[in-house]
Structures are given as C-alpha cells and as structure tokens.
C-alpha cells in the first residue's frame, strides 16, 4: 500500500488483509518502502523487494512473528525488482540492476546464504517466476530486440525462447 507524507513523499509498505477480521487490514511494514512481496508456498514468509538509500535489496519476513531478515547489500547490486519463491521454498528467484547498465537474473539460497548469477549480458532480463514443478526459471527479456520470454533449464543450464511475438510478451506465470 502506498503512503504519502508531507504531500510530497511516497513509500510503500506491506499489509495483510485479514479474510473476515472486522479490522479489515493489518500493516505488517512501518516506513520501510516494501514492494513486490511475494508469499512462500508454506505461507509462512514473504519476501519483498525493500528501498534504502539509492539501493533496493531482498527482504525476508516470518509472517508468524513479523521478524524481518534484510540481506545485506550486495557487491554491485543497486537495484533488485520482482522476488519470486520457487516451489521448494527455499530459493528465491530476482532481476537486479548493477553498474553499467546490466539487468539480470538471480537466484538467492535461503538455505547456503548464496546468490547465483543466472544471466550476465548486455540485455535486459527481468520479471522472473517458476514452473510449478522448479524444474524452469521463466522471464522476460529483450535478446532479439523484442520483450519475449525465456525459459532457463534448471537441470542442464540451457535457455530455450518461449515465446516469439511483434509486440512484445511481459509477466510469465
């Protein structure tokens, strides 16, 4: 949800509607202009993209207890964009911007602590999300000068285009 102070600032924090609570929502984030969560398939956690001072890093919440892990900055990661659990819950797929203008996908183990880099090119990569089996890292990217999306193979580290179109194909789910 977004806030605005003063008339002339915004950020944004993370909520929790409530089904049938009269109270309606509940604010789970107080002013750390949280974005793109996104719920663990146990429902325990979310994840979330968290603004600081000219950087955005991955941000971890237990839902139970509302503690909150941020992973520290990265070597040149500036901006991180659209965090997506894969099915086994323990990796967390990302698009990051880092010096030079490269934007590409990462995949951050919660388990080893370790982030990998998937693609590391001069194209715009972003917008990832999973095959409900795990086995394929979808996203978007520009490498034949059109938005189409990509599959990254898991098992062999293959990259397959999936899609071919004039106008350009943008979120995969």
Do not use: C, K
Request: charged share 25%; no cysteine; aromatic share 14%.
């Amino acid at each position: 949800q977004i806030g605005v102070y003063d008339l002339r600032y915004r950020w944004s924090d993370l909520w929790r509607f409530n089904g049938g609570d009269p109270r309606g929502a509940e604010q789970l984030t107080f002013g750390m202009r949280a974005s793109e969560p996104d719920v663990s398939p146990d429902g325990r956690s979310v994840v979330f993209r968290r603004n600081d001072v000219m950087q955005s890093r991955l941000a971890f919440m237990e839902l139970d207890t509302l503690d909150v892990f941020e992973l520290p900055p990265q070597e040149r990661l500036s901006q991180v964009f659209t965090p997506r659990w894969h099915p086994d819950g323990e990796q967390v797929a990302f698009s990051a911007f880092t010096e030079g203008g490269y934007r590409d996908i990462y995949v951050f183990d919660r388990g080893t602590g370790l982030t990998t880099r998937i693609t590391a090119d001069r194209h715009i990569d972003m917008t990832p999300a999973w095959s409900p089996d795990g086995r394929y890292l979808l996203f978007v990217s520009d490498r034949d000068d059109v938005y189409n999306l990509y599959a990254w193979d898991t098992d062999t580290n293959a990259l397959h285009q999936v899609s071919n179109v004039l106008g350009g194909a943008f979120d995969p789910q």
